[in-house]
Structures are given as structure tokens and as C-alpha cells.
């Protein structure tokens, strides 16, 4: 079974209108972090944020937001007044705390096309 | 902040030669360090586990005698694709915890493979 599931394969915009990416994760862990990533086209991971399971406070950084819901399973990212710079792939990812050195299940991504 | 290197970033290569990637861990120790297989807009696949002093530990259906990976010290994990094939062109990204608590994991910028 998917452990990390984004249902939105691509989601395309015009710039400055906000967007929602979605995430819902799988879990019998008590202890676990989330993640989210970006990956422009060069490929290179860029983190935007790491969460754990005990922290339920949503997060603001500029632009971008995050609303962690443990009740339904759901780790969904905004972007607020999106631009062109936001254009990549969006990955969301789980770490359990009982798995070996960490590992990490990757989401299979959101492509985010922002239209000028 | 804490830096993993991969070496090269892109490789060009015939079919039936061996190419080998580094990832390297620039100002922590890493135990563990992992390794992930990205096909076009596709997400991240983990391949193996890269353990220091002993196996790596492969996910099934990578062939480990295909995907050879040397933990050489904690600082550096190679994988080696021996005879490689136009199938085995792929984006290969590392990685590597350095806080197991915290679940804080740094990952490598990448290589893109090219087999002709």
C-alpha cells in the first residue's frame, strides 16, 4: 500500500492565484515526521519544511503554508500568490520513527505549472 | 547547514561500461546513507540502504550484483552500476541522516545517468 499519496499529478495556475497541493499519508507509527519538497527541473531536492507527528500547529513561511491534520491523515501545502519561481514538482514524504536509519516514503509528486 | 555531495552530477556512458557515483557526507558522519532511483516525472525509489562496515541492504527487485554499493568509510558511500544499459539511465539522488532523533536528512543534489 502507498504510504504517501498525492492525488493531484499536475496542477497548473496563473500566477498569483493560490494553490493547494495535497497530501495524505499512511501510518501505524505513533512517532513519525512528514516532509515536503520541491524539485525544480535542475532536480536538486530543496526542503521546505519537516514535521513531526506530536506538532499539530500549522506553519506559515512567507508564501507558503502547511496544514498538518493528523485526523485525516493529511499534510496539505498552500502557496499563496503563486509565481513562475514556484514552477516544479512538489514531493510529500514519511519517515517513521521505526524504520531503519530513517527511511523516507516519497509521495509521487505534484508538477506545479505557474502561468504568467 | 549540513552539506551531501554527489559525484558526478551528470555521466554520459556506453552500454556495457560501469560508471560509479559518490555520495559524500561534507561535515557530518553518516552511518547510513541511502540510495534512490528517480525515472522522468516519476518520484523517488528507494534502491538500498548503504551501511558503514557492512552490507548494504537492497529493496526488492534491485539487483544488487547490477547496483554495487561500498559504504567505504562515514563519510562516503559509492554505488557502482556494472554493465550498464540504456534502461538504467535514471536520476540518482543520495542521502544521509544526521540526526536519527530529530529525523534530520540531508539529501545529495543528484546525478543524472545517461547510457547510450
Known amino acids: 500500500a502507498q504510504k504517501v499519496t498525492q492525488a493531484q499529478t499536475e496542477i497548473s495556475v496563473v500566477e498569483k492565484e493560490d494553490v493547494t497541493l495535497d497530501c495524505v499519508y499512511e501510518t501505524r507509527d505513533t512517532t513519525y515526521y512528514l516532509f515536503w519538497y520541491k524539485q525544480p527541473p535542475s532536480g536538486e531536492l530543496v526542503f521546505l519544511i519537516r514535521r513531526n507527528s506530536f506538532d499539530e500547529q500549522n506553519e506559515i513561511s512567507g508564501r507558503y503554508s502547511w496544514n498538518f491534520q493528523k485526523s485525516t491523515s493529511s499534510f496539505n501545502f498552500t502557496i499563496t500568490a503563486s509565481q513562475v519561481v514556484d514552477s516544479a514538482v512538489y514531493f510529500c514524504a514519511l519517515s517513521e520513527e521505526g524504520s531503519t536509519g530513517n527511511q523516507f516514503y516519497f509521495g509521487t509528486g505534484t508538477s506545479l505549472t505557474v502561468i504568467p | 547547514g549540513a552539506v551531501v555531495s554527489q559525484h558526478p552530477s551528470r555521466v554520459i556512458c556506453k552500454s556495457g561500461t560501469s560508471v560509479k557515483i559518490e555520495c559524500r557526507s561534507l561535515?557530518?558522519?553518516?552511518?547510513?546513507m541511502f540510495w534512490y532511483r528517480q525515472f522522468p516525472k516519476q518520484s523517488l525509489m528507494l534502491m538500498a540502504t548503504?551501511?558503514?562496515?557492512?552490507?548494504?541492504?537492497?529493496e526488492q527487485g534491485v539487483e544488487k550484483d547490477k547496483f554495487l554499493i561500498n559504504h567505504a568509510s562515514l563519510t562516503l558511500s559509492t554505488l557502482t552500476v556494472t554493465s550498464a544499459h540504456p534502461e538504467d539511465s535514471s536520476f540518482y539522488i543520495c542521502?544521509?541522516?544526521?540526526?536519527?532523533?530529530?529525523?534530520?536528512?540531508?539529501f545529495g543534489p543528484g546525478t543524472r545517468l545517461t547510457v547510450l
Open positions: 548503504s551501511n558503514e562496515g557492512s552490507k548494504a541492504t537492497y
Open positions: 542521502s544521509a541522516p544526521r540526526d536519527y532523533r530529530a529525523n534530520e536528512q540531508f
Open positions: 561535515d557530518f558522519q553518516a552511518t547510513t
